[in-house]
């Protein structure tokens, strides 16, 4: 079957699986759970074995006629959750619901689709599949890590606040910025569009650029200032810099 995934009129069961040595546990969950979808997460850098996995999952999607698509990614955990997010929006955005399975890589790939599905609120749901047995050789065209399906486990919730649209711009203004002095932050902001002062007293830029985005993202431990004053420099911490990077930004060094 194609693997282009065409929009449906009415909401779908959306799975994401991520791709390492197994075969059962991305098919059994899918169609055990009546999904319409899926979309396979697989290794850029794939062995033998892997590619091997891969084929065989293909098969049995086409054979059962269920629509699928290949997401390549690094096996870099940032990387990961970025891909897995941007599909995960891509789908709640067509109002489907998406559930995403934890179990099917490794512990890299399980730990970043996780990860992705806390930085939403509604719409997602991680689950495990255990398997029946591990270490799994019978068919050598089918060489998996483990075989069969005996339970599916869905994992409780709980979602993780990202800065909102508007901080995240200002963020990235930040990450990208050589000289991030707050004046200089300040008239970027401006010819951004990222607020207007036009009509207001001087220092009423300042005061939002303070109480919109500085102190926000400060308490979030997503900026720190070094200085004072308007030529203290805002600089990213670790936190701010990964927020980044988990959605798709690059970040300049900063000195």
Do not use: W
Not at 184 to 194: D, K, Q, V
Request: net charge positive; charged share 25%; hydrophobic share 35%.
């Amino acid at each position: 079957m194609s693997q282009n995934i065409a929009d449906g009129a009415f909401p779908e069961r959306v799975h994401i699986a991520p791709v390492g040595f197994e075969i059962d546990r991305v098919v059994l969950p899918f169609m055990r759970m009546k999904g319409e979808r899926i979309h396979l997460i697989v290794r850029q850098d794939s062995n033998k074995r892997g590619i091997n996995c891969q084929e065989r999952i293909v098969e049995e999607l086409e054979r059962a006629k269920k629509p699928y698509k290949i997401h390549k990614a690094e096996l870099d955990l940032l990387k990961l959750i970025y891909t897995c997010r941007k599909i995960i929006e891509g789908e709640l955005s067509s109002g489907n619901r998406v559930f995403v399975n934890i179990s099917s890589g490794g512990s890299i790939q399980g730990v970043a689709c996780h990860f992705a599905t806390l930085t939403f609120k509604r719409g997602v749901s991680a689950y495990y599949a255990y398997p029946e047995r591990y270490i799994e050789y019978v068919d050598p065209n089918r060489q998996q890590n483990s075989a069969g399906l005996s339970k599916i486990e869905m994992v409780p919730h709980y979602s993780i606040d990202l800065p909102t649209p508007q901080e995240m711009s200002f963020l990235l203004l930040v990450g990208q910025s050589r000289d991030p002095r707050k004046s200089l932050l300040l008239r970027s902001c401006l010819e951004g569009g990222l607020f207007s002062v036009e009509g207001k007293s001087k220092p009423y830029g300042h005061v939002i650029l303070e109480c919109r985005y500085i102190r926000p993202l400060e308490e979030k431990e997503l900026l720190v200032v070094e200085g004072r004053g308007r030529n203290s420099r805002v600089l990213l911490t670790e936190k701010g810099k990964n927020t980044l990077l988990l959605n798709g930004f690059e970040v300049l060094s900063q000195n």
